[in-house]
């Protein structure tokens, strides 16, 4: 130190120091490079089969090349490893019966976007006790990912930020934008950089415009900055993603999921030149968060892939479904104490409500294809004797003709 600065001084300045960063930095922790956990747990060639036919088959119904209608069902979020490599096993096993009329992928959420706080998901938080474990939550994840991909399930995973991509994004078929981030241009950025088909939703307030642009932006090459697989902080270089799309959620002037609410949305897809292609989510806004209503808005959908102008545009659905019908609070003993099988969050619906929404969704898909092939051969719409989807009071679904 030179001989003429005061001692007093220097002390103060770095205390000064000290007060311009990190003051309110509790702790700093070194977090698992992404390549290193990708060398722990390597991508297996049945889970990269899986993988990538999961995503041209998306890219196929995106662009009217597979008639099917694409479905993204599963829990609001994933906390149980267990409970959710259950769920997948049923899922594949039906999937398998519908896959002539359903591309099904199942919906793998690791991370919630709070509107103020609360449980981060299972990445953020995999012990749910706020210890914040973030390199237990990715190996958990990652290793989910893989077993998923190993049953032949293709996995929707909702990206929160532009860093856990890293980790995760090769065993991912289908990825999703929320609402709280659709306007976000880091968001459209990472978008931008994605391997896979993804869909924005319109913003909380149900903004539709917002998610088209969105959907624009990111089709567009974008520079921005991100982590590399080293884990490096890296310039990140972009070619676009041709393949995004705009989810009806609802929002909270009501919900959209209407055929009025879809022909605008296309109307407004065509005119930013976009593909009219809609998906539709039976959750959140357009079931007013009232997760048996999702059986209302599946019947309404079902209508419109039947006889409506609509059904074009719809290419997909999106269902919150898990073991166990509702949702749960954590109990006073911990993780412990959740019931097997039910949510933490958004309250779902149970898999044996579930069944018959699927199979009335494929009753809508075959009788587009009538419709389709009528319209084709000049002949008046065939009928098809259509079921409806009546939930009684009991709680179940009882499946009515519906003339």
């Avoid at 914040?132 to 929707?156: C, E, H, M, S, Y």
Wanted: aromatic share 4%; proline share 4%; net charge negative.
């Amino acid at each position: 130190m030179p001989e003429d600065v005061d001692l007093s001084m220097a002390l103060s300045f770095k205390e000064a120091l000290q007060r311009l960063e990190n003051r309110r930095v509790k702790a700093t922790r070194p977090l698992i490079p992404p390549q290193i956990l990708q060398e722990d747990l390597p991508l297996t060639f049945l889970a990269a089969n899986t993988v990538l036919e999961g995503r041209r088959a998306t890219e196929n119904v995106l662009r009217g090349d597979d008639d099917r209608l694409m479905v993204v069902v599963g829990p609001c979020s994933v906390h149980d490893v267990g409970a959710a490599i259950e769920y997948a096993k049923l899922l594949k096993a039906y999937a398998d019966v519908a896959k002539d009329d359903l591309h099904i992928v199942m919906r793998v959420y690791f991370e919630k976007p709070r509107t103020t706080v609360g449980w981060k998901g299972l990445i953020n938080d995999p012990d749910m006790n706020c210890s914040f474990q973030i390199n237990k939550g990715l190996r958990i994840a990652r290793t989910l990912l893989l077993d998923i991909a190993k049953l032949g399930v293709p996995a929707g995973c909702e990206f929160l930020d532009t860093i856990s991509p890293q980790y995760t994004a090769d065993l991912v078929s289908w990825g999703a934008i929320g609402a709280r981030t659709t306007e976000s241009q880091v968001h459209r950025e990472l978008t931008s950089a994605l391997s896979m088909p993804t869909g924005f939703k319109n913003s909380t307030d149900g903004s539709v415009s917002i998610a088209i642009d969105a959907s624009r932006a990111a089709r567009s090459g974008h520079v921005f900055l991100s982590v590399g697989k080293e884990g490096l902080s890296s310039i990140i270089e972009t070619e676009g993603n041709p393949d995004t799309h705009v989810i009806l959620r609802g929002g909270s002037k009501g919900p959209n999921y209407t055929a009025e609410y879809v022909r605008d949305c296309g109307e407004k897809l065509a005119k930013a030149g976009l593909p009219q292609k809609i998906m539709i989510d039976c959750s959140h806004g357009n079931s007013q968060k009232q997760h048996r209503r999702q059986i209302e808005v599946v019947e309404d959908i079902a209508q419109q892939l039947e006889s409506h102008d609509t059904s074009a545009l719809i290419m997909g659905v999106m269902l919150e479904s898990n073991l166990v019908e509702g949702r749960q609070d954590m109990p006073s003993s911990g993780p412990a104490g959740l019931k097997y099988g039910q949510s933490v969050t958004d309250a779902c619906l149970s898999w044996d409500m579930t069944v018959p929404a699927l199979e009335r969704l494929r009753e809508g898909v075959r009788a587009r294809r009538g419709l389709v092939y009528s319209k084709s051969k000049g002949l008046e719409p065939l009928t098809n004797g259509a079921k409806e989807l009546k939930l009684n009071d009991a709680g179940s679904i009882n499946v009515v003709d519906s003339h």
